[in-house]
């Protein structure tokens, strides 16, 4: 069964980067690596996702390695609203019988 | 607002009773996801549905059960509830553009989720 682990909590600071990274093994050869954010009494809403190298958007950039046994993901510029809880989503490799692993969660803090 | 519906907010029952959430996904979305979040479990994820059928199994206790409806609307029963049930529980809804395999892969869109109470 695939597993995943991340850091229970980080904290920073109004305008710096912050990387927070899940490492996973025993995922899907094929499937993708997604990461969600949540706010507390509300559900994960999608940040990005990727297969391996780097893949960048409007809000992030996610970072893959070769061998796809871990994932960072990036915030650039963090701001007081990027306070949330931060999720990796891994595919699970075995079987007919696929599940979701969600990781742990990260709980990130912006300070001002 | 994510066009994932969930029904009720709020829920408070007793032991041993047997509770009905219900799931509307967006519009065009035929997966649909549940979801059982407490504070020392994180995020776990329980069955998903695809236009009906049952595509994928998590960590689904035997007491809980699914179904997708034909016009794709979903909902999760819970019977013989023991306090260990209360948490929050949330749906969610994907387009799934590809078919198979890559689950992870699917964008999904969470609801408000239902929060239970078990007394």
């Known amino acids: 069964l695939a597993k995943t682990t991340q850091p229970i909590s980080m904290d920073s600071y109004e305008g710096q980067e912050v990387n927070i990274t899940c490492s996973h093994n025993?995922?899907?050869?094929?499937?993708?690596i997604t990461w969600y954010q949540q706010f507390p009494s509300q559900g994960p809403r999608f940040i990005i996702q990727g297969y391996k190298t780097k893949v960048t958007n409007e809000v992030a950039s996610l970072f893959i390695p070769a061998d796809r046994k871990s994932s960072t993901l990036s915030l650039p510029r963090v701001s007081l609203s990027d306070t949330a809880v931060y999720y990796c989503?891994?595919?699970?490799?075995?079987?007919?019988?696929?599940?979701?692993?969600w990781g742990l969660g990260t709980s990130l803090a912006v300070n001002p | 607002d994510s066009g994932v519906t969930q029904t009720p907010k709020h829920l408070i029952t007793a032991t041993g009773q047997r509770v009905t959430l219900r799931c509307s996904p967006r519009?065009?979305?035929?997966?649909v996801y549940w979801y059982q979040q407490s504070l020392d479990q994180g995020l776990q994820f329980l069955i998903q549905y695809y236009n009906g059928e049952e595509r994928a199994k998590g960590n689904i206790l035997e007491r809980f059960s699914a179904q997708q409806f034909p016009d794709l609307h979903s909902e999760l029963n819970l019977s013989s509830l023991e306090l260990g049930d209360s948490a929050l529980y949330f749906c969610a809804s994907s387009r799934d553009p590809t078919s198979g395999r890559d689950i992870a892969k699917n964008i999904q869109y969470f609801g408000a989720g239902t929060r239970l109470s078990v007394l």
């Open positions: 025993n995922i899907a050869t094929n499937d993708y």
């Open positions: 519009s065009g979305d035929l997966s």
């Open positions: 989503l891994v595919g699970d490799k075995g079987g007919n019988n696929r599940k979701l692993i």
